[in-house]
């Protein structure tokens, strides 16, 4: 049984900072009705409004669908699918100001160092508001570890991969190591003359990473990751988690197996390419053995 933290977020008690507190019933009604349930990835956090009355403030959260679990069928429904991007409105605290936080039900935190959560999701499409916004009538979170624990070694390996991914676009240089080092077990050390690169090979027992590099090449920041073969994270697995719309990039014929092929997603921020294992010639059924994330500045 999977423990789960409740995050409450009605929009028609989002005012002046207010929120009431539902009742259990209340809640198991509003997910009842909602013609829309999504597990997502939340990529952002971001304050769009401070409250009146030192409560809650607005916000809008920003993520990655994982999964539709249930969805209204019809020519006229908004189509989702995992990969797609989605964001909605939710009260939002100061990451910062957790210590001092306001009475009530769990909420999402917003600021640099704010931790992104996997939320299960229900709601609709308001077709009446401005450019139909998905609004979320109720959400609910899972603590890291229970979440982990529950879903699955190959599930937590993509998870952890997701955080790398947050952590290399949004941490700033001096904090990078240390985020990378939280999330990979591995130790970063500095590459040396004076490159800002960062390299780090030295793995914690039974952890998912063995190797990694950060480099600044001309106008890109490159981040790649060996991953350890411990757990058999295939194509299939980041498929399901990424959609299937991704780059196949084969091997190039002068190379010598064994050696990874790649699959290349695209991302508004650069790109991430997954590497998996091929032993023999057209053999794609290999495990995730490196990853390598791009940016363009």
């Avoid at 429904?77 to 910062?96: C, E, I, T």
């Avoid at 240390?178 to 960062?198: D, H, K, N, Q």
């Avoid at 780090?200 to 090449?217: I, P, Y």
């Avoid at 991704?246 to 699959?263: D, F, K, V």
Wanted: some cysteine.
């Amino acid at each position: 049984m999977k423990k789960k933290w409740l995050l409450v977020a009605i929009a028609s008690v989002l005012t002046g900072g207010a929120r009431a507190v539902l009742s259990p019933e209340h809640i198991e009604a509003e997910k009842s009705s909602a013609p829309y349930q999504l597990t997502i990835q939340i990529e952002s956090i971001e304050r769009v409004g401070q409250s009146n009355t030192g409560g809650l403030d607005r916000g809008v959260a920003s993520g990655r669908i994982i999964e539709v679990t249930r969805a209204p069928r019809g020519a006229s429904a908004m189509q989702l699918g995992a990969g797609d991007s989605l964001a909605f409105r939710a009260p939002v605290w100061a990451w910062s100001d957790r210590d001092r936080e306001p009475p009530g039900p769990d909420r999402l935190y917003w600021g640099a160092d704010a931790p992104r959560d996997r939320l299960e999701v229900w709601g609709a499409f308001d077709t009446t508001g401005d450019g139909g916004a998905f609004v979320a009538s109720v959400f609910e979170t899972q603590a890291a570890a229970a979440s982990e624990g529950a879903e699955g070694p190959v599930e937590a390996v993509l998870d952890r991969i997701d955080q790398v991914a947050v952590a290399f676009v949004e941490a700033s240089e001096d904090d990078l190591g240390r985020e990378l080092e939280r999330i990979t077990g591995l130790s970063f050390r500095s590459a040396g003359s004076g490159s800002g690169g960062l390299r780090a090979d030295a793995s914690l027992e039974g952890g998912w990473a063995s190797v990694g590099e950060f480099r600044v090449a001309g106008n890109s920041r490159i981040l790649t990751l060996a991953v350890n073969d411990s757990v058999c994270v295939k194509s299939s697995h980041v498929y399901g988690r990424h959609g299937s719309d991704a780059q196949p990039i084969p091997i190039p014929p002068t190379r010598n197996l064994p050696a990874p092929w790649h699959l290349k997603y695209e991302r508004s921020w650069g790109f991430v390419s997954f590497g998996f294992r091929m032993a023999q010639p057209q053999d794609y059924d290999g495990c995730l053995v490196e990853v390598l994330f791009r940016q363009d500045i």
